[in-house]
């Protein structure tokens, strides 16, 4: 599988392409902002975008979204609880004394346990509110996206609409803690870590 990071945006969130090196079908997760450089990157692998996919619905994570959208023709998806705010991009960026574009409406809502297939991959949706109402985390053998739930050493901050430290604890704790201690864990800012590096060090969950 192909994995490319790039930071895009004033916040630096992480945007993620995954593709199938035998198919070259790929999907964006998070594409926050600089679609130019998403578009180049893609181009320079040669893949062709089936799905993009929101971790959840901030406005650094989904700003590239329409942009993204018209000159790939891909699929959006969000959980249904995310999905109201791709229609409040513009307020939520001005309240940070920053600029985003409103994000067309989702063609296909996900939700816990749902399956995302493109190419020879498939990604298992992992419902994890408490950073948003709808946070999904993205599972492939020993890779998990986990957009704001996690981070090395920290967790996703609860104090935003939406959030909730102890629904958040929960989620990282029943749904995460669980995974195989080598998963790889690929974070929405700052660099990846593990679980079981995280089980191990992290201060919020010990």
Do not use: W
Not at 194 to 203: A, Q, V, Y
Request: with cysteine; hydrophobic share 40%.
């Amino acid at each position: 599988m192909i994995i490319k990071k790039l930071e895009v945006g004033p916040i630096m969130a992480n945007c993620y392409i995954l593709g199938c090196e035998e198919t070259k079908e790929a999907v964006v997760i998070d594409p926050g902002d600089e679609a130019d450089r998403i578009l180049m990157t893609l181009a320079g692998d040669k893949l062709k975008v089936k799905y993009i996919i929101n971790t959840h619905g901030h406005f650094d994570h989904v700003g590239a979204n329409k942009e993204l959208k018209e000159a790939t023709n891909a699929l959006l998806m969000i959980h249904a609880e995310d999905e109201p705010m791709l229609t409040e991009l513009v307020q939520h960026a001005a309240a940070f004394g920053l600029s985003a574009e409103n994000s067309p409406p989702a063609d296909i809502t996900i939700a816990d346990n749902d399956e995302i297939k493109f190419g020879n991959i498939t990604l298992k949706v992992i419902h994890t509110p408490g950073h948003s109402l709808g946070g999904v985390c993205l599972l492939t053998d020993k890779v998990l996206i986990v957009g704001d739930t996690l981070f090395a050493g920290s967790i996703g901050r609860t104090d935003l609409p939406g959030g909730d430290y102890d629904t958040l604890i929960s989620s990282i704790k029943t749904k995460l803690l669980c995974l195989d201690e080598e998963t790889i864990v690929y974070t929405g800012h700052g660099p990846e870590t593990s679980i079981g590096r995280e089980k191990k060090i992290n201060p919020f969950l010990s």
